[in-house]
């Protein structure tokens, strides 16, 4: 069974430009998340879908940050413009539902250094 | 909100030595639990879980146990191996309301295992 697939793995860009990610979760998971992971802190949830529907936006900021989930299955998450403090490991994650014992799987993350 | 807290790393031990790593929270309800793994280069990967109180869970000789009274879930394993470094973080999936399903993860603890 395939993975969380994401691209690219590493990028570095300077402050106020933009730059987008991109997650494909694993088939036939409804529940797709976006975590922001700093140097030496654990994951911090920045967005939930449920299918291509927000469930859960409360912690993303939404004047530089965007995500979207067309179809229900691919996922692109962008920041526009990016800040210093942007620099971390962006995480994508699946899950068949969001029922609190449903294991949610991670790929491989996206290093984003921001000059 | 909801919160988790690891204790304080890196940890550091030789081969075969007994490890503990302290997991304790605050939730409303019943979350369930969590311990994930990150290897050098990789990805975060579910180590164990357990969904209910007094329950616990264990996976290649990892174990923890479920414990509502203390609200803890310490993870252990009776004898390492180099193989084992990596970064662990203890995670819960929230029962309450908003937090419903979203996982809150602790800093996590640098383990580092000595021939």
């Known amino acids: 069974e395939a993975g969380v697939a994401q691209s690219p793995r590493y990028k570095i860009i300077e402050k106020r430009q933009s730059v987008a990610f991109w997650c494909n979760p694993i088939?036939?998971?409804?529940?797709l998340y976006w975590y922001q992971q700093i140097l030496g802190q654990g994951p911090k949830l920045l967005i939930q879908?449920?299918?291509?529907?927000?469930?859960?936006d409360s912690q993303l900021p939404k004047d530089r940050f965007s995500a979207e989930r067309l179809k229900g299955v691919d996922s692109t998450l962008k920041i526009q413009p990016a800040k210093l403090e942007d620099s971390a490991v962006y995480l994508c994650?699946?899950?068949?539902?969001?029922?609190?014992?449903?294991?949610?799987?991670f790929g491989p993350g996206t290093r984003l250094t921001v000059l | 909100g909801d919160s988790v807290t690891q204790m304080e790393g890196p940890v550091t031990l030789s081969e075969e030595a007994f490890l503990t790593i302290n997991c304790t929270y605050t939730a409303t309800g019943y979350p369930s639990l969590f311990w994930y793994v990150q290897y050098p280069g990789e990805g975060l990967q579910l180590l164990l879980k357990a969904t209910k109180a007094d329950d616990k869970g264990s996976n290649k000789g990892f174990e923890a146990t479920y414990r509502k009274e203390t609200t803890s879930f310490h993870l252990e394993k009776g004898s390492v191996q180099v193989s084992d470094s990596a970064v662990y973080f203890c995670a819960l999936s929230g029962a309450g309301g908003t937090s419903y399903g979203k996982l809150t993860f602790g800093q996590g603890t640098i383990l580092t295992v000595h021939p």
């Open positions: 088939s036939g998971h409804a529940t």
């Open positions: 879908f449920q299918n291509n529907g927000v469930v859960d």
């Open positions: 994650a699946s899950s068949f539902g969001f029922a609190t014992y449903n294991e949610q799987f």
